[in-house]
């Protein structure tokens, strides 16, 4: 079946503008994931919905970082002002029920370029 | 706080060798374990994971890994290494009432033919 999909795959943007990185999950995954990794570090958690719900949003870094769910199924992550510490591969993973124990499935990611 | 290390950012194996990937966890309770590859523009891949049955899981591609509680440690091995092997190596913990995960800083492996 079809496994956790990112769209863009790349995205240059400027300093100060906004941008939208979409990403869409197993279908019937409840869990929702948020990752961003530098270059040469492993995956850093920013943010977990669990159904429509932002169940743990502890990892985003500041108020310019937001994330959506509307239905329950694709999620749409949100940077405003854009700044080049944001350069980062985004990624994405979905469980299927959120469980400490369950297996995250990724996706390929979104490499953003803060120029 | 929860943290992942793992010693030694590259590893280089000649085919046939000994895969050996080490990771220590810090944690206060016996977390869930994990073990993920990343191919070059692929997304992270579960390889093995452990959940507090056997201690000594075994993954796919022929990699196993062994939770040994009195040291901290959940190393990746696998007997004989192949140049498909050749990627990127993260561990990860997550604790039982958490939905977080902490990943290691990843150790990428090289196989010399």
Known sequence: GAGVSQTPSNKVTEKGKYVELRCDPISGHTALYWYRQSLGQGPEFLIYFQGTGAADDSGLPNDRFFAVRPEGSVSTLKIQRTERGDSAVYLCASSQSGGASDTQYFGPGTRLTVL | ?113
């Open chain 2, 1 to 113: 706080a929860q943290s992942v290390t793992q010693l030694g950012s590259h590893v280089s194996v000649s085919e046939g060798a000994l895969v050996l990937l080490r990771c220590n966890y810090s944690s206060s309770v016996p977390p869930y374990l994990f073990w993920y590859v990343q191919y070059p523009n692929q997304g992270l891949q579960l390889l093995l994971k452990y959940t507090s049955a056997a201690t000594l899981v075994k993954g796919i591609n022929g990699f196993e890994a062994e939770f040994k509680k009195s040291e901290t440690s959940f190393h990746l091995t696998k007997p004989s290494a192949h140049m498909s092997d050749a990627a990127e190596y993260f561990c990860a913990v997550s604790l039982r009432r958490s939905n977080q995960f902490y990943f290691g800083t990843g150790t990428s492996l090289t196989v010399i033919p």
